[in-house]
């Protein structure tokens, strides 16, 4: 299958179990290569059904204090798109991994077919470019569409009614929904608003919509997993990577984390 059909398969095989997907999302290299690995494996065993796989970069734009903290010390490391590639081809087989990248790691690493043919070797389903625009994107997702990767796109709160057509008609993979305004990380409650525009996408996509931004807590993605086709996790899951103290420790958090939100997710049903 096409990256962009085991996405696919993912979010139906979670549908038909009656709960949302579960995407974590993961830090490659952070706070060193062992634990990245360790902590994708962790992943997999834990059940995500899809991973979201962040590749170091030093001036990210949507990237809250936990996860930019991490990309520096990954990169600090040694981290390079080659870690992010070799985690990606650790876990490929068992989970469609998608990568998230800004568009400067696109073009200093050959441009999109460059890039695109490295993901795809190493086993990605898709990737996100979360400071790519929608009217720039044509050919690079020209590019990874030849390669059998989705280029997932990403809308938030405030995008227009229009804009946010535009971007469903386009969408590959999935919509990525950013469920508040600002960067990533932990917050305290899940916006009031985020039902009506889970909404509107849903009536507007042919992917299925995944919510992103802001879920802490267990807790917090059942109740977004009741609306929406996708949770991901990602502020809380790097912190719990970060301060596991070993490649050990770290799996061994991450997977207790996870196993506790599958629950979590099961208890809701998908509207």
């Known amino acids: 299958m096409s990256g962009e059909e085991r996405i696919a398969a993912a979010f139906e095989a979670a549908a038909d179990e009656g709960r949302a997907a579960l995407m974590p999302y993961m830090m490659a290299g952070y706070p060193d290569r062992e634990t990245g690995l360790a902590v994708a494996n962790a ?24 996860i930019h903290a991490a990309a520096t010390e990954a990169l600090g490391a040694g981290a390079t798109l080659r870690t992010a590639l070799e985690v990606c081809e650790a876990v490929a087989d068992r989970v469609p991994v998608v990568f998230m990248a800004y568009a400067n790691m696109v073009l200093a690493h050959g441009g999109s077919g460059k890039f695109a043919e490295m993901a795809s070797a190493a086993g990605a389903a898709g990737v996100i470019v979360p400071d790519l625009p929608l009217d720039e994107a044509g050919e690079v997702r020209e590019a990874f569409a030849g390669e059998g990767l989705a280029l997932v796109p990403l809308l938030a709160p405030t995008t227009p009614a229009e804009r946010r057509r535009q971007i469903c008609e386009a969408a590959r993979g999935f919509v990525y929904v950013v469920s508040t305004v600002g960067t990533t990380g932990e917050r305290t409650e899940i916006p009031a608003a985020l039902t009506e525009l889970v909404e509107a996408t849903k009536a507007e996509a042919a992917t299925p919509v995944a919510v992103g931004f802001g879920i802490g807590t267990p807790e917090q993605a059942g109740q977004v997993g009741e609306i929406a086709d996708g949770v991901i996790i990602g502020s809380r899951l790097v912190r719990a990577a970060g301060e596991g103290g070993s490649p050990r420790g770290a799996a061994d958090a991450v997977g207790s984390f996870l196993a506790e939100t599958r629950d979590a997710l099961g208890a809701g049903s998908i509207q």
């Open 43 to 66: 992943y997999a065993d834990a059940g995500a059904d899809l991973i979201e796989l962040g590749v170091p970069f030093s001036d990210p734009l949507a990237d809250g204090p936990t």
